[in-house]
C-alpha cells in the first residue's frame, strides 16, 4: 500500500497510472505536481488526484512514491527542483521513453543518481495525451520496462515492480541501452514515419482531397501522428543516437525498394512484400496470443 | 437487378461485393471465375457464388455484368482471353487500385475499350485477403471512384454506379490520372512503408525480441504489411509513376527529418509533428463525420 503518491505531470500515462492504482485500492492519497494549474484542476476533477501544488518543493513533503511523468525535455529541471527536497526514503520512478537519458537527466539534476531511483517505461498508451484520456485500465496485461541502474537499490526495483503490477502491468528487465535501441525500432521509427508522411502529404495541394479519399488503412497507418509533438520532439532528441540507427537502415531499405519498384522487378518486390507479410502475421498471432492470456 | 453477374478473381474484394449484392437482392445468379479450383469451391461453399468455372470462355455466356477483381498484373491476360467473346451488351468494370494501367490494360487485350467497360475502383479492404475474408457490408458507405474513359457509354457509367450503390457504397467519379495521384498518396505509399517497415526490423538479428516489445501503435501502423504480396507488388508496378512521385518527396522529407534529429533542432521537429497532428486530428474528425452519417 503506498500512502501518498506523487504524480510529475498528470497526463494520460501518469494519470492512468494514478487511477489504477486508486481503483485497486493500492494507494491513500495522490497529489499531482505540474506547472499548469489548470491541467491539475482538471485531474482533480476527473478524480485522478486528492490534490495538487504547482511547486515541486511542496509536492516532496511526507511522499512516499513519486513517478516522473513529464517530456523527457523537463526531466532534468524537475531532477534539479527535487533535489535535496525529495525524501532519501522515498521511492522514485519514472515512465520515459528513453531510458538513458532520463537516468542522465536525473543524475545531472541531482548531482548523483538516488539509490531509490528506478528508470522504468510502460509500453503502453494511445495516440490521445492529456489526463482527460487517462483510464484505469490503460496497464492491464500491458509490459512495464524497468532498467535498474548498477547504483539502484533492489529493494527498490522489487518495489517499483510490485507497484506496477498492482496497476494490472507485467514487468520485464533490460540495461537501459538495449530498452533504447528496441524502442528505437518498434516505436520512436513508426512514429517518424506516421508524422513524416502526414505531413508530406499534408503540404501537398490538393491536400484536402487526398485525406478525403483516405480510408481504414491510412486511418490506422496514421494514428499515432496525433501523438503529442511535444512528447516527441524530446523523444527524438533524447533517444536521437539509437533512433538515427534504425532511421539510416530503414531509408536504405527504403531507397533499394524505390530503385526496384522504378525498373518494375516485380520477383524482388513480391519477395520482399510476401517477406514482411510474414514477419507481421507472426506479430499478430503472437500479439493475439498475449491478449488472450 | 442483374440476372448474370460474373465475378473474375473471387477474393475478398470480388467476393464481398457478390455477398453485398445478393444479400440486398440485387442479383439473380453470381458465377465465380478464377484460375484456381479449390479457391471457387469455397467460394461457393461459403455462399459467395452459385456456380463456378476456370474457363474465362465459358464464364462469359448469358453473363450481364462482368467484375475483373484479379491482381493488376493478371487484368491484360484475362482481358485477351475474354476478348470476341464478352457479349458486347454486357457491362464490364473493374476493381484495380491504379485506373491508367488497368485502362491500358483492357484495351490492350481487347484491342480496343469496350464501350460498356466501366473501370472503377472501391476505397475498401482490409489487411486479410481471399474470400474467405469477404463480407456483405464492406462497401458500406464506403467510396468508390469510377474513373470512365472518353469512350465509355454513359448509360454503362450509370448502371456500374447503380450496381455500387446496391452494395452500399458512395460514387464519385474522376479522371484516371488523378485517381491514381490521389491513391498513390493515400493508399500506395502507406502500403509501401508499412511492408518496408516491417521488413527492415524482422531482418535485425534480434527481430523476435523487438516484435515482443511492440504495442498497440506499432500493431496499428503495421498491420497494412499484411496485405498480399501479389496484389502489392502489381499496384507498385501498375501505379509506378504516381508511387515514385510521392515516394520520392517522402524520402527528402524524411531526410531532413533525419538530420534535425541529428542536429536535435527541437523546434523545427515540434512545428513539423505539430504540422503534422493537426492535419491527422482534422481528417480523424472528418472520417468520424462521415461514419455517423
Known amino acids: 500500500m503506498i500512502q501518498r503518491l506523487v504524480i510529475f505531470g498528470v497526463g494520460l500515462i501518469g494519470g492512468s497510472l494514478a487511477l489504477a492504482l486508486r481503483q485497486a485500492g493500492h494507494v491513500v492519497e495522490v497529489v499531482g505536481c505540474s506547472r499548469n494549474a489548470a491541467n491539475l484542476e482538471e485531474a482533480q476533477r476527473l478524480g485522478v488526484i486528492d490534490r495538487w501544488t504547482t511547486d515541486p518543493v511542496e509536492a516532496c513533503e511526507g511522499a512516499d512514491v513519486g513517478v516522473l511523468a513529464v517530456p523527457l525535455g523537463s526531466m ?7 533535489s535535496g527536497h525529495w525524501p532519501e526514503s522515498a521511492l522514485l520512478t519514472d515512465v520515459g521513453s528513453s531510458k538513458q537519458a532520463v537516468i542522465e537527466s536525473i543524475r545531472a539534476g541531482f548531482g548523483h543518481l538516488p539509490r531509490n531511483f528506478v528508470a522504468g517505461h510502460p509500453i503502453a ?8 484520456a487517462a483510464f484505469a485500465e490503460l496497464f492491464r496485461e500491458r509490459l512495464v520496462i524497468l532498467t535498474p541502474a548498477d547504483e539502484t537499490s533492489p529493494m527498490a526495483t522489487d518495489r517499483i515492480a510490485q507497484m506496477w ?18 524502442l ?15 505531413e508530406s502529404l ?23 501522428a496525433s501523438s503529442d509533438p511535444v512528447v516527441w520532439r524530446d523523444i527524438c532528441i533524447a533517444n536521437r543516437e539509437a533512433l538515427l540507427e534504425v532511421m539510416e537502415r530503414f531509408q536504405r531499405d527504403l531507397e533499394t525498394l524505390r530503385a526496384q519498384i522504378a525498373e518494375s522487378d516485380a520477383a524482388t518486390l513480391e519477395s520482399r512484400f510476401a517477406f514482411a507479410k510474414k514477419a507481421r502475421d507472426r506479430f499478430s498471432e503472437k500479439m493475439q496470443v498475449q491478449l488472450d492470456q
Not at 165 to 178: K, L, N, Q, V
Open 184 to 198: 528505437a525500432a518498434t516505436s520512436h521509427l513508426p512514429h517518424v514515419l506516421a508524422f513524416a508522411l502526414v
Open 76 to 82: 532534468q529541471g524537475l531532477a534539479e527542483a527535487l
Open 202 to 224: 499534408a503540404r501537398l495541394s490538393e491536400s484536402d482531397e487526398i485525406f478525403h479519399y483516405a480510408a481504414g488503412g491510412f486511418r490506422d497507418f496514421t494514428r499515432i
Open 125 to 132: 498508451g494511445t495516440e490521445k495525451s492529456g489526463v482527460g
Open 165 to 182: 503490477r498492482d496497476a494490472g502491468a507485467r514487468i520485464e528487465f533490460m540495461t537501459p541501452a538495449h530498452h533504447d535501441h528496441v
